[in-house]
């Protein structure tokens, strides 16, 4: 996560799939490098597409948790931060979602 710590003890954090951010940032033009710097690249002209973490759900179950800010949705067992998707902060999540929907 931005934290570099994953998340931990940083309040509620959301998954976003990797080929989405990926995309995303070249759409805005940059990226975060090793240290959370940042890095200017060339833009892509492709708006993306809606923000969904369909593609990390395992749907086998259909297992929802309740919980004390909403319910949880299970992850698939074998995906990895940064590879498979990315943690982003709530107030991240919520402008993605507005400006994407989802």
Same mark, same amino acid.
């Given at each position: $996560?931005?934290? &570099?710590?994953?998340?931990? $003890?940083? =309040?509620?954090?959301?998954?976003?799939?990797?080929?989405?951010?990926?995309?995303?940032?070249?759409?805005? =033009?940059?990226?975060? *490098?090793?240290? *959370?710097?940042?890095?200017? /690249?060339? %833009? /892509?002209?492709? %708006?993306?597409?809606?923000? /969904? *973490?369909?593609? #990390?759900?395992? %749907?086998? /179950?259909? +297992?929802?948790? !309740? &919980? *004390? #800010? $909403? +319910?949880?949705?299970?992850?698939?067992?074998?995906?990895?931060?940064?590879?498979?998707?990315? #943690?982003? !902060? +709530?107030?991240?999540?919520?402008?993605?979602?507005?400006?994407?929907?989802?």
């Amino acid at each position: $996560g931005f934290d &570099g710590k994953g998340g931990l $003890g940083y =309040g509620v954090m959301y998954c976003v799939d990797k080929k989405w951010w990926d995309h995303w940032e070249k759409y805005v =033009g940059w990226e975060w *490098t090793e240290g *959370t710097s940042l890095e200017y /690249s060339k %833009r /892509s002209r492709k %708006r993306p597409h809606e923000i /969904s *973490t369909e593609k #990390l759900l395992d %749907r086998s /179950s259909d +297992s929802i948790i !309740p &919980g *004390t #800010l $909403g +319910s949880y949705e299970i992850m698939k067992d074998n995906l990895k931060k940064d590879v498979n998707y990315v #943690l982003v !902060p +709530s107030a991240v999540w919520d402008i993605l979602y507005e400006l994407y929907g989802g």
